[in-house]
């Protein structure tokens, strides 16, 4: 992590009947907190499991993390059927792919069998019932004990590339998850250079300096 300074992460306080409780908030550009380990449903298994950022570390993955508020919902099963769509090819490029609700394990697997969206998704279920990790993700709405629709990529030495947050109502789109991943992919391999709005793989990039002051424009042509 030497392209990294490790700084403290923000802090936030809920209240818990009569005492405040203190939570870490992971931080865009930082390592994010330990979690410990989460409960899993594995729709390609149809078993149990258990997954950990310690883990995809050691394995030097890209983590995608997809916060969304319940089962047997509305808009989650075409979330979850849209990014199955594009499971394959975030595998391919190195990251692996964990939705997470306040749901218990058990529930995610009744309803990945339950609902017919959900038939292509293969991607692993996380289980969040307390709420320990969609608080440290700043996405717990401690009114409905459910989370807000959060993306968060995840670079392979644990630091929090990118995150995306929606409220109840308006769903996510895979496509711009692919095309994120594929810019954070790049300027990890490429620090000196930056990605432009709109860019897709094999597009022109930016390296930063007095020249391009004021002269992006050129830069891009």
């Known amino acids: 992590m030497s392209d990294f300074e490790i700084r403290p992460v ?24 330990s979690f410990g380990e989460i409960n899993t449903y594995d729709p390609k298994t149809h078993g149990f499991g258990k997954f950990s950022l310690e883990e995809a570390k ?3 993955k890209w983590t995608i993390l997809v916060f969304y508020p319940a089962d047997y919902t509305f808009v989650c099963p075409t979330e979850l059927a849209d990014y199955a769509e594009k499971q394959d090819e975030l595998e391919k490029m190195g990251a692996q792919l964990v ?27 996380g289980a969040d019932p307390t709420g320990k990790v969609s608080r440290l993700f700043d996405v717990y709405d401690e009114e409905s004990g459910l989370a807000l629709r959060g993306t968060f990529i995840i670079n392979p030495e644990g630091v929090l590339a990118a995150s995306e947050v929606n409220f109840y109502n308006v769903g996510r789109n895979a496509d711009e998850l692919v095309r994120k991943m594929e810019a954070n992919i790049y300027v990890s ?33």
């Not at 432009?196 to 891009?220: M, N, R």
């Open 189 to 221: 391999a490429h620090p000196d250079e930056v990605c432009p709005a709109k860019w897709h793989k094999g597009g022109k990039t930016i390296k930063p300096g007095p020249s391009v002051v004021g002269k992006v424009y050129e830069a891009l042509k």
């Open 10 to 33: 923000k802090r936030r306080y809920f209240m818990c009947e009569e005492s405040y409780e203190e939570f870490e908030i992971a931080a865009v550009g930082k390592p994010v907190p």
């Open 58 to 60: 050691k394995n030097k």
């Open 99 to 125: 939705s997470i609700s306040t749901d218990t394990h058990f529930v995610h697997m009744a309803w990945q069998r339950d609902e017919k969206l959900l038939e292509k998704v293969k991607f692993i279920m």
